[in-house]
């Protein structure tokens, strides 16, 4: 693989699918049918691989794109970093608990907003000190970033 080439390693999967497709499916050359099975099986199988694959909200992949292409300039920028995680004890708790009495006021007085929402669910994250809560917290956090994400894209549309 030269530097240009782009790293289609993710893809052996569905390499493998198109290829066993192609393998299992019989095509009748010389008639106007032809191939059509064959292509019919490729999409419905490629299909079926994407959807495997691909998330299924609105807009997640768009966004997922973008986080990985400043996930790749952070590491050209910095390389693969490995930190402490630096979460847990009574103040990241009180921190927490905070922010989610914060968040329940808002909820209860007319509706939180996106900073709101995003900070409760941080600094649930930085008061857990298990790896297992933390990344779990973590992805949470990242599920309200896409969503605050997707509803301002909605507004620009």
Known sequence: MTATEPDLTALAPLARTIADTIQTTPINLGTPEGAAPLIQ?????????????LPAT???AKH????????QRQLKKWGDQHHPDGTGGPVMRDQ???????CQYLADNGGPDWRAILLEEVYEAL???GPKALRTELVQCAAVIQAWISDIDSREA
């Open 41 to 53: 099986a490729l999409i419905l199988r490629t299909a079926a691989y994407m959807g495997s694959e």
């Open 58 to 60: 609105p807009g997640l």
């Open 64 to 71: 997922m794109v973008e986080v990985d292409a400043e996930r």
């Open 96 to 102: 927490a608990n905070a922010a989610r009495a914060a």
């Open 127 to 129: 008061a857990e000190s």
